[in-house]
C-alpha cells in the first residue's frame, strides 16, 4: 500500500488515522485509502512534501476518484383506472 505525506490543516488539531495513529503537528505519513482521502477532500489534512510544504495535487493525483453519479429510476407507471381513450372503444 502507498502512503501520502500530510499535515494537519489547522494547527492545535489532533488527528488519528485508524491504522497509522495520530498524526504530529508537522505531518506524516498516513496510507492513501478511504479515510485519507476523506480527510483531504474535508480540508482536515493538506498534502505536503519531504520538506513541509503544500501539494498542490496535479490531475487530481492523491485524491479519491470521484463518486459516479446516480442513476435514475423513473417510477413505473401507476394506473389509477381506465382512462378516457379506454372508455371509447367500448
Same mark, same amino acid.
Given at each position: 500500500?502507498?502512503? *501520502?505525506? *500530510?499535515?494537519? =490543516? ?5 488527528? %488519528?488515522? &485508524? ?25 482536515? *489534512? %493538506? ?7 503544500? *501539494?498542490? /495535487? ?5 485524491? /479519491? &476518484?470521484?463518486?459516479?453519479? /446516480? ?12 382512462? =378516457? =381513450?379506454? =372508455?371509447?372503444?367500448?
Amino acid at each position: 500500500m502507498t502512503h *501520502v505525506r *500530510v499535515k494537519p =490543516a489547522r494547527e492545535g488539531e489532533n488527528l %488519528v488515522h &485508524p491504522l497509522d495513529g495520530a498524526l504530529a503537528a508537522d505531518g506524516g505519513l498516513w496510507r492513501r485509502d478511504q479515510f485519507t482521502f476523506k480527510r483531504l477532500r474535508d480540508g482536515d *489534512v %493538506v498534502e505536503i512534501d519531504e520538506n513541509g510544504a503544500p *501539494v498542490s /495535487a496535479p490531475n487530481g493525483a492523491g485524491e /479519491a &476518484p470521484p463518486t459516479p453519479p /446516480a442513476k435514475s429510476r423513473s417510477a413505473p407507471s401507476q394506473s389509477t383506472g381506465p382512462s =378516457a =381513450a379506454d =372508455a371509447s372503444k367500448e
